[in-house]
C-alpha cells in the first residue's frame, strides 16, 4: 500500500528538511530538532502502526485588509500535513483549471493580475465595438465555511488508498469552526483543500455558464465579459450553485461590476489603460516598507507595476530628498 512508502522514515527525513527551511531559528523547530531522530522515530511508529493523532491548534491573530485568525499545528503535525500536501497536489494539480493562481507553484497573485491584464485586453481586441465588463465576486468566510464532508467525498474520488483517506479525514477533522465545518488559515493542507473544494465550481462557470475569461484566486473570482445582460443573468446562478452545492455564501455586497475603462480592483491593486496600479493603502504599505538600505530597490519594483502616481507621488519625492540629503 502507498501510505506505507508515503510515510517511510526516509520520507519523514526528506519533508522535514524541507519543512524546517527558514525556520530553523525558531522556537519550536529548534526544540524538535534537539532530539530529532526520537521525535522523527516516535512520528513514524505512531504513522506505520496507524495510531497517529492529530494535534491541537495555536491561535493568533494577523491584521491584513482585516484581523485574520491563524491556526498553527505543532511541528509533528506539520510535518504531517506537508507530505499530505505534497502528495494531493500531486494527484490534483492537473484537475484544476489553468486560471486557479493561489497557494500553486509558478502561479500567485501577480500572475493571476497579468492574466486579468491580457483577458481585458483580449476581450476588447475581440469586441472593439463592445463595452467590456469585469464581473468580481467574493465568497464570505470561505474557509470557515468549507464543508468537512463535501470536501472529503471530492477528495475520496482521487484517492484511492483507505489508509491515507482515513489520515487526511483526521486532518480535516482536526479543525472545527462549527458543525463539521471550516479549515484553518495557518495548515498547508488548507491551501490545498481549498483549491480542491472548488475545481467542480470553476468548471461549471467556464463550460456551463460559458465564461472563459474568468480567473479564481481562493475566495476571489472573477471574468470578463462584453456580454453585460447575459452575464447579470448569471449572477444570481452562480450564488445558487454554491449555496446548493457547496453551502458558500456571496452576499450581493460582494459582487462588483467593473467597466474595463474605469479602474478594476482585484487582489490589492487596481488595473487602468493597461496599467496595474497600487491602492492607496497598499501604496503606504509599501512605502512603510522602504528605508534607507532598500529604498531603491522598492521604487525599482514600483516602476514593474506602471504606476505613474506611485512613482511620481511627493511622498516618493520627499523621501528620496531626504537620503539624498541626510544619507
Known sequence: MYYYKLFSIENLFFYWH?????????????IFESNLEENIFDLYSDLQNKIYIHGEYKEFFIFDKKKRTI?????KD??????????????FKSRFVRD???????????????KLKYYINLEQVQN????????????QKYFKNIDHNKLFLLIEQKVKDRDILDLIEKII???DESKNKGIPLGNVTSQVFANIYLYYFDLWVIKDQGFYKYIRYNDDFIFVTYKYDNALKSVERIRSFLENKFDLFMPLEKIKIYKTYNRVYFLGKYIKNNKLLLTKKVAVKFLKKADKNNFYSYTGIASHLNDDNLLKS?????????YEIYG
Open 18 to 30: 524541507k519543512l524546517k527551511s527558514g525556520k530553523s531559528h525558531k522556537k519550536d523547530f529548534l
Open 100 to 114: 486557479t493562481y493561489s497557494s500553486l507553484k509558478n502561479r500567485g497573485a501577480d500572475k493571476a493580475l497579468g
Open 78 to 91: 506539520r510535518l504531517v500535513n506537508l507530505i499530505i500536501y505534497n502528495y494531493l497536489l500531486k494527484l
Open 128 to 139: 472593439p465595438n463592445k463595452n467590456i465588463y469585469v464581473f468580481k465576486f467574493d465568497i
Open 314 to 322: 511627493s511622498i516618493i519625492a520627499k523621501i528620496l530628498l531626504y
Open 173 to 175: 477533522a482536526s479543525y
Open 71 to 75: 491556526n498553527k499545528a505543532n511541528v
